[in-house]
């Protein structure tokens, strides 16, 4: 992991896609869905979840086993345009994790409405990855028992134009319990150790 974050493409996709003169890695996430998951990953964006402000933020999903576009991510067309911040839930059915963004106006119901929006999914093969923007509106289907194990390494990116935003309701109070506190005030630059630059290596052209 250490070896892709700093040795692969995929700082200077962040930037390149960022339009931005620098990139942070702000954390790595690896996704498993085994066969026979049934319950989705519900509509949402990324932005909602974390303590950032600001317009240059992206996630990479690099998938590591072939993906169907039955079982891939799905993403809503022009939703990063929509910047909302919405009320958001634990993945893991935690009620309680994130109540403090309940005064936060629901995720539009996709699901009933997939008439009035244009949504987009691939099939994708091992070292695919997909680029969007911690705004984009996306949700991914569970997979039937028997379709294969899909597996995804997601890595988020940031630019010079993002700040710390400790708003109630985001995963800060939960990194800050695990011990991963930056020591940060709002509106301040994230320069921690926890959010480490990345140097693009040298011979890769985007």
Sequence with gaps: MRRFVYESPAAEIARHMMRGKQVQLFYDQLFVK???TRKATPWHNDHSYWQLKGNQVISLWLALDPVPKSSCVKYVKGS???????????????EQRYKESSSLPDIPDIESKRDEFELLTWDME??????HHSFAVHGAPGISTQSGRRRAYATRWFGEDVDFDP????MHHMWVNAGLDPGLKAEEPLKSSLFPKVTPAPEVRV
């Design 34 to 36: 085994e066969p026979g």
């Design 80 to 94: 990063h345009k929509w910047r909302l911040l919405h009320k958001i839930s634990s993945f893991s059915g935690d």
């Design 167 to 170: 708003r109630p309701g985001t």
């Design 126 to 131: 091992p070292g695919d990855c997909l680029v």
